[in-house]
């Protein structure tokens, strides 16, 4: 299947830091990527989706100042966490689709395990 | 809105089947899907299902549709210990959105 790269795969930072999360579609052209967040023992929390050249759609409940999503090209979306705090330490996780229809599959990238201390 | 649930753990002998079930609540949803994720690994689409159908044989995999009760199974026939994941089955909302239940891990016992 198609690759999505997603980079890093684990970051520390500081409180009060703001990290950026690269997902990359390596050999198609993504246009719709998802970010998601992923909680221990927890299902996947959708939290933006994102068209190449528009802005992001951001689930209710997700901070647009905080979580800055960017869709520069088809083959790259950064989510960058600003002003990190504890509470920010998840998992992370993307998705990119090739396609608009239900049937297209989405390709996850390995995830990035951020933790704020 | 989605809300999709899922019962958590299971565990299953090499060879034998397993069934991993999973309730929503979108009447709306067009496709429902099966991702595995493997540890370290990222979701890996196992099938999917248009809405329609009731079931859907993929080798292994069957999944069927209860679309009046809104529940969706998985059975994995001849389980193998690469089969040892969690798995989650999700179902697309609005604006093509995917929401995801909260996994089902399965541990298969050689």
């Known amino acids: 299947g198609a690759v999505v790269s997603q980079h890093p795969s684990r970051v520390i930072c500081k409180s009060g830091t703001s990290v950026k999360i690269e997902c990359r579609s390596l050999?198609?052209?993504?246009?719709?990527m998802f970010w998601y967040r992923q909680f221990p023992k927890k299902s996947l929390m959708l939290m933006a989706t994102?068209?190449?050249?528009?802005?992001?759609?951001?689930e209710q409940g997700v901070e647009k100042d905080k979580f800055l999503i960017n869709h520069a090209s088809l083959t790259l979306s950064t989510l960058t966490v600003t002003s990190a705090h504890p509470e920010d330490s998840s998992f992370y996780i993307c998705?990119?689709?090739?396609?608009?229809?239900?049937?297209?599959?989405?390709?996850f990238g390995q995830g990035t395990r951020l933790t704020v201390v | 809105g989605e809300d999709v649930e899922q019962s958590l753990f299971l565990s299953v002998r090499e060879g034998d089947s397993s069934v991993i079930n999973c309730t929503y609540t979108?009447?709306?949803?067009?496709?429902l899907y099966w991702y595995k994720q493997e540890p370290g690994a990222g979701l890996q689409l196992l099938t999917y299902?248009?809405?329609?159908?009731d079931m859907k044989q993929d080798q292994r995999l069957t999944v069927l549709l209860n679309k009046k009760d809104k529940h969706l199974s998985l059975r994995i026939a001849d389980t193998q210990t690469g089969d040892s994941a969690i798995y989650f089955c999700?179902?697309?909302?609005?604006?093509?959105?995917?929401?995801f239940g909260k996994g089902n891990q399965v541990v298969v016992i050689p």
């Open positions: 998705s990119a689709r090739s396609g608009a229809g239900f049937d297209t599959e989405a390709f």
């Open positions: 050999d198609f052209q993504a246009t719709t």
């Open positions: 994102s068209n190449e050249g528009s802005k992001a759609t951001y």
């Open positions: 979108d009447s709306s949803s067009t496709y």
């Open positions: 299902i248009f809405s329609n159908m």
């Open positions: 999700a179902e697309t909302g609005e604006n093509n959105r995917l929401a």
